[in-house]
């Protein structure tokens, strides 16, 4: 399975933007690279997820390098509710299933 | 409004009980799962199941067992058998094989 590397934390100047690396070395040609959050307590929240393109949509930009290895989640411009765990998350096709495999992510603080 | 369900909030088991967490979505959704989470970890995956009365096991599932009797509903039990079961527990949804979307989970403690 594709395994991700984030840097366990993060801050961010409320109003900045947040850029959130991750490393993929080992995805494969079709595994999606996807995007989660999870505020305290709460279930994880879909950000955006991508193949090989750049995506954007109203929460985030998802950069993917050509070489697909690596990926950069961007929040265009923080606030104090974007304070959270953030999962770069490669989706594997195991068991007939595609299954997310979460490791233990980014906690990103947003700072006043 | 359309989304998934989880409950109870919070449930408090005895040594030596089963007990039951309900995961309801009125999405439509063909595929739901259920998710591990221990303090300060990622989510492991317990079960999943991708079509009615059907149903697979993830990568950690000795002491749970699941049904899938209804497309709308994804009832997870935590047998005695589980030694370690205090955690937050997860429930997810997705339409066929596609972006799976999570419940707001129940934190289960032993006493």
């Known amino acids: 399975d594709a395994k991700t590397t984030q840097p366990p934390s993060m801050d961010c100047a409320e109003g900045r933007a947040a850029n959130l690396p991750c490393n993929h070395s080992?995805?494969?040609?079709?595994?999606?690279v996807y995007w989660y959050r999870q505020i305290h307590s709460q279930g994880p929240q879909y950000i955006i997820h991508g193949l090989k393109n750049n995506e954007t949509n109203e929460m985030a930009s998802l950069i993917i390098t050509e070489d697909r290895k690596s990926s950069t989640l961007i929040l265009p411009h923080a606030t104090l509710r974007d304070t959270a765990v953030y999962y770069c998350i490669v989706r594997v096709l195991r068991a007939g299933s595609y299954q997310l495999t979460f490791g233990k992510g980014t906690k990103l603080s947003v700072i006043p | 409004d359309g989304g998934i369900t989880q409950s109870p909030k919070y449930l408090f088991r005895k040594e030596g009980q089963n007990v039951t967490l309900s995961c309801e979505q009125n999405l439509n959704h063909d595929a739901m799962y259920w998710y591990r989470q221990d303090p300060g970890q990622g989510l492991r995956l317990i079960y999943y199941s991708q079509i009615v009365n059907d149903f697979q096991k993830g990568d950690i599932a000795e002491g749970y067992s699941v049904s899938r009797e209804k497309k709308e509903s994804f009832p997870l039990t935590v047998t005695s058998a589980q030694k370690n079961p205090t955690a937050f527990y997860l429930c997810?949804?997705?339409?066929?094989?596609?972006?799976?979307?999570f419940g707001p989970g129940t934190r289960l403690l032993v006493l």
């Open positions: 997810a949804s997705s339409i066929g094989l596609e972006t799976q979307y």
């Open positions: 080992t995805i494969s040609g079709n595994e999606y």
